[in-house]
């Protein structure tokens, strides 16, 4: 079914950026609602940032107006743009895929999925 793979992770001072990917194999091309979450240690995983099978975007308030999702023509790749990093931004990020637009029990089987996460240390 889906398949989703984080990279891009690493480590930064605190006002530096970064941009992480993730690299999303969707055989039956159900194009699903795609999102990223974070989980800092000893934390809940949290919404950071999410992009609709429309294009619409959305963010959680801590990053807005300094994270941007985006992703390829294809969909085969979604981005988060990472700038004016806080060390508070310090967690495991990974990559969702969500909802299908097509509703069809292969691609339902496909539905909340998880990548394997990529760090992101930010000191201060």
């Known amino acids: 079914l889906v398949q989703l793979v984080e990279s891009g992770g690493g480590s930064v001072q605190a006002g530096g950026s970064l941009r992480l990917s993730c690299a999303v194999s969707d055989p039956n091309y159900c194009n699903y609602d795609m999102a990223w979450h974070r989980q800092a240690p000893g934390k809940e995983r949290e919404f950071v940032s999410g992009?609709?099978?429309?294009?619409?975007?959305n963010y959680t308030d801590s990053v807005k107006g300094r994270f941007t999702i985006s992703q390829d023509n294809a969909k085969t790749t979604m981005y988060l743009q990472m700038n004016s990093l806080k060390p508070e931004d310090t967690a495991v990020y990974y990559c969702?895929?969500?909802?299908?637009?097509?509703?069809?029990?292969?691609?339902?089987?496909?539905?909340?999925?998880w990548g394997q996460g990529t760090q992101v240390t930010v000191s201060s």
């Open positions: 992009i609709d099978a429309d294009g619409s975007r």
């Open positions: 969702h895929a969500g909802r299908p637009r097509f509703l069809t029990a292969v691609c339902d089987l496909g539905a909340n999925s």
